[in-house]
C-alpha cells in the first residue's frame, strides 16, 4: 500500500503534507459539490449540517476560556487507522477521509487536508468550515494566529497529541503570546454525547503458539537485557502504541479497522509487568498466558486501561527510576505525568525497534502468508480476464471480490487495509478507493490497479499489480515498463549494512527519472506480522531506522498521468544476506528477497527497455513463483489458474537477453566515445 515520504506524524494520518508531485483528484461537477458564493449556498445530500454542533463546541470552549480548539485525526495511541469512536474530525466536520485537522474557533472553523480530499471535502463540509489546502503545522498555526488574538487561549486534548507533535505545534506558535492549553476531557465528545460509539467489548486473544516468534516471556527478558545494558538505565519502559502491547503479549484484538490490535498500555519495570486494558475482555488463555508465573517478575498484573495515567503518575513519583519512552507514539498527557529529569526519551520504544526486524521464525510465518495471499490473487486476475469484457465488474464489486476470495484462504482474518480498486483515471490518485459514488466500469480499454493485502494469523500482506486487457498505447508501456525496472533495479540492490533506506531508494525512481518522470509518493514501508500493513519504522523515509537483516518492507514504485491511469507494482521484500564475490567486512553485506509471488502483467513489458541484469531478475523471479505456487494450484484442482500461472510465467526468450545485451554494448560503447579523452 502506498505510503509517503514524510515523518511518523504526516506519513501514517496526515500521511501527506510533504506530497510533491502528487497527482490532484479529478475534477468534479458542480452539482455534487458545495457552493457557498451563493445564497442560498447550494449544498449537495453528502453534506452534514454541523451548526448544532459547532454552537455546542463553542459554548464548552467559552466555558474553558478558550478561543481556539484543534480536532485532530488521531485517537490516544497515534493508530493509523481509527475506531468510529475515535473519528472526531468526521464527526464534527462530516468529512470522512483519512487525513486532516479541523481547527474551531469562536467565529470561524477549518478543514486543513492534503491533495487526495480536496473534492471529497467540498462534497461534505458544510459552508460553516474553510478548506485549507494544506496539512502542514505551519499553515494550521498561521490560520491560528489570525483567528485569535493576543494573549488568548487554544485548546486541545492531550490525549491526542505525541510528544513530537505537540513539540511542533509549540515551536509553530513561539513568540506569539498564544498559550496552548491541554484540557483534560475531549470536548468534542462531550458534545458527541450519548451519540458516541461505545468502547469496544470483543474478546482480546492469545496467539497461538505456532503463531508467535518467541513467547512474551522471552520478549520481556530480551527487553529488559536492552535496559540493563543503556549507559542511563532506565528502569521502567513505558509502551503506548497499540502493536508495541499486542506483539509483546503474543495477544490480538479487533478494537481498529484493519489492524487486529486492542486498546491497552504496558508499562514494564525492572521487577513487574502492568498491562492497563479493559480485563474484562481477556480471554481465558490470555488470562491464563499473563499471570502463569505470579508472582515474580514475569507475572503480569492488570490494571484497568482508564487508570493509565495515574499508574504512570504513581510510579514516576517514586525514587530512583527512569521511564523510556518513545517520543513518536507518547502522548502529552502520559509525558506530563513522569519528571522531566526521570524522562528517557528516543523517537521509538525498544519494543518498536525489537519487532521490526523478524527472527527466522517470524519470517517463515510472514512467508508462508505471502503464498496463499498469492493464491487469492492470482485466482482473482483469472476471474478478471474473464469477467471484465463483459461488462460487469466495476471497482467496488472487484474490491468486495478479492476481499472474498483471501477469506477463503487459510488462517486468513480480513484485509490488511481498504482495498484500492481503481480503474482509468482513479489510479491516477494514488489513495483512491471505490465507493458507491466513485466506481467506475472495469473496461478493456484502461489500465486497471489493485492496491490491496490480508491479515492472516502468520503474517500481514500488501500487494499491488496494474494490469491492461486490451492495447495499451505506448506511453502507457514505457511507464509501466520504467515503474518495473525501479522494483527490479531496487530489489536486486547490494548494498552494505545498516544503510538508511533513504540512501537506496533513488534505485527505484532512476529508470524514470531518465525521461522525465516520477511518482510523489513514499517507496516502502515495512510490515508486521498479524499487525500493521505500515510497520514503523521501517522503510526508505527520512525518519526510518538503517536497513537491518530480517526487516520486511514494501518496494512500491509507481507513476500516475493526471486524469488517465496510474501504475504501482508493489512487492513486500526480506532484508537477508547478499551473497557478494569478497567478505572482506566483519558484517555480510545486504539485499533483499522478494516474498510476493504474482507475476507482472506480461503485455505492459516492452522488454527491449529492460537490461540483460534485469530480465534475468524476471525470468528467476518467475521460476520461484512458478515452484512455489504452481503445485499449491494443482494440489486445489485450480487448472484454470495453473495454466495462467504457466503462460505468464514463461521465461523471457534468449532473443530477449541477446537484445538487451547489445543494447547494453552499444550505450556503453557511446559513452565511452563521449567520455574526454576516449
Excluded at 463553542?58 to 481509527?82: C, F, G, K, T, W
Excluded at 468529512?95 to 473534492?119: C, E, M, P
Excluded at 510490515?527 to 514503523?536: D, K, P
Aim: aromatic residues 10%.
Amino acid at each position: 500500500m502506498v505510503s509517503f515520504p514524510c515523518g511518523f506524524g504526516v506519513w501514517i494520518f496526515l500521511l501527506h503534507g510533504c506530497v510533491t508531485g502528487y497527482p490532484k483528484q479529478a475534477t468534479s461537477s458542480s452539482e455534487d459539490t458545495r457552493n457557498c458564493t451563493i445564497t442560498p449556498p447550494h449544498l449537495p445530500p453528502t453534506v452534514t449540517n454541523t451548526s448544532a454542533r459547532l454552537e455546542a463546541l463553542r459554548q464548552l470552549m467559552q466555558s474553558h476560556n478558550l478561543s481556539a480548539y484543534i480536532v485532530p485525526a488521531r485517537d490516544a495511541h497515534m493508530s493509523e487507522y481509527l475506531a468510529e469512536r475515535d473519528k472526531r474530525l468526521t464527526w464534527m466536520t462530516g468529512f470522512t477521509g483519512s487525513a486532516g485537522t479541523a481547527l474551531v474557533a469562536l467565529q470561524k472553523a477549518a478543514l486543513f487536508t492534503d491533495s487526495r480530499y480536496w473534492i471529497q471535502a467540498e462534497r461534505q463540509i458544510d459552508c460553516n468550515w474553510d478548506l485549507q489546502k494544506s496539512v502542514s503545522i505551519g499553515s494550521i498555526a498561521e490560520w491560528l494566529l489570525q483567528e485569535t488574538l493576543d494573549g488568548e487561549r487554544i485548546g486541545l486534548d492531550p490525549y491526542l497529541f505525541s510528544i513530537d507533535n505537540w513539540l511542533s505545534y509549540t515551536q509553530a506558535l513561539e513568540g506569539w503570546n498564544r498559550t496552548l492549553v491541554p484540557i483534560e476531557g475531549n470536548l468534542v465528545d462531550q458534545v458527541w454525547g450519548t451519540q458516541r460509539p461505545p468502547p469496544p467489548t470483543s474478546e482480546i486473544y492469545l496467539l497461538p503458539d505456532e503463531f508467535t516468534g518467541s513467547t512474551w516471556q522471552e520478549k520481556v527478558a530480551a527487553i529488559r537485557t536492552q535496559m540493563e545494558h543503556h549507559n542511563r538505565k532506565p528502569t521502567a519502559v513505558l509502551l503506548s502504541g497499540l502493536e508495541e502491547t499486542a506483539w509483546l503479549f503474543n495477544l490480538r484484538g479487533d478494537d481498529i479497522p484493519y489492524t487486529p490490535v486492542f486498546y491497552g498500555y504496558t508499562l514494564l519495570t525492572k521487577t513487574g509487568i502492568s498491562l492497563f486494558v479493559d480485563p474484562n475482555r481477556l480471554s481465558k488463555e490470555a488470562v491464563q498466558s499473563l499471570t502463569a508465573q505470579c508472582p515474580g517478575t514475569l507475572c503480569v498484573k492488570v490494571e484497568e486501561y482508564g487508570q493509565v495515567s495515574a499508574g504512570v503518575r504513581e510510579y514516576g513519583q517514586q525514587e530512583g527510576v527512569q521511564v523510556w519512552i518513545g517520543t513518536e507514539y507518547t502522548t502529552l498527557a502520559l509525558y506530563r505525568e513522569i519528571p522531566m529529569e526521570k524522562l528517557l526519551e528516543d523517537d521509538y520504544s525498544p519494543v518498536m525497534i525489537a519487532k521490526a526486524a523478524k527472527n527466522p521464525k517470524e519470517q517463515e510465518l510472514l512467508r508462508a502468508a505471502h503464498v496463499r495471499d498469492a493464491v487469492a490473487l492470482i485466482r482473482y486476475l483469472v476471474w478478471l480476464e474473464k469477467e471484465v469484457p463483459s461488462g460487469l465488474v466495476d471497482e467496488l464489486s472487484g474490491a468486495r471480490y478479492v476481499d472474498q476470495l483471501r477469506r477463503e484462504e487459510q488462517y486468513c482474518h480480513g484485509p490488511s487495509f481498504q482495498t484500492i480498486s481503481a480503474s482509468g483515471l482513479n489510479a491516477a490518485l494514488a489513495h483512491y478507493s471505490p465507493s458507491n459514488a466513485t466506481s467506475r466500469k472495469l473496461t478493456v480499454g484502461e489500465m486497471y490497479l489493485l492496491d490491496s493485502g490480508g491479515q492472516y494469523l502468520d503474517g500481514t500482506t500488501d500487494i499491488t499489480r496494474t494490469v491492461h486487457w486490451g492495447e495499451p498505447t505506448d506511453f502507457q508501456k514505457e511507464a509501466y515498463t520504467r515503474v518495473l525496472m525501479g522494483n527490479i533495479d531496487l530489489s536486486r540492490l547490494v548494498f552494505p549494512p545498516r544503510t538508511s533506506g533513504r540512501l537506496v531508494e533513488a534505485f527505484a525512481r532512476r529508470a524514470l527519472w531518465q525521461v522525465g518522470l516520477n511518482y510523489g509518493h513514499g517507496t516502502g514501508h515495512g510490515i508486521g506480522n498479524f499487525l500493521s500493513v505500515h510497520e514503523w519504522p521501517v522503510g526508505f523515509q527520512s525518519g526510518n531506522l538503517a536497513l537491518d537483516k530480517g526487516m520486511f518492507t514494501s518496494i512500491e514504485p509507481g507513476y500516475y498521468k493526471d486524469g488517465e491511469f496510474g501504475i504501482r507494482l508493489e512487492d513486500v521484500a526480506l532484508v537477508e544476506e547478499a551473497k557478494t564475490k569478497y567478505n572482506l567486512t566483519t558484517e555480510p553485506y545486504l539485499t533483499f528477497r522478494v516474498v510476493s509471488l504474482v507475476p507482472y502483467a506480461r503485455s505492459l513489458i516492452d522488454v527491449s527497455l529492460l537490461s540483460q541484469e534485469q530480465i534475468q531478475y524476471l525470468n528467476s523471479y518467475y521460476s520461484r513463483i512458478r515452484e512455489q505456487i504452481g503445485p499449491i494450484l494443482q494440489e486445489r484442482n485450480l487448472k484454470e489458474e495453473y495454466q495462467w500461472l504457466q503462460q505468464n510465467t514463461q521465461p523471457f526468450s534468449s532473443s530477449s537477453l541477446l537484445a538487451a545485451s547489445l543494447g547494453t554494448l552499444t550505450m556503453g560503447t557511446l559513452v565511452t566515445s563521449l567520455l574526454p579523452g576516449a
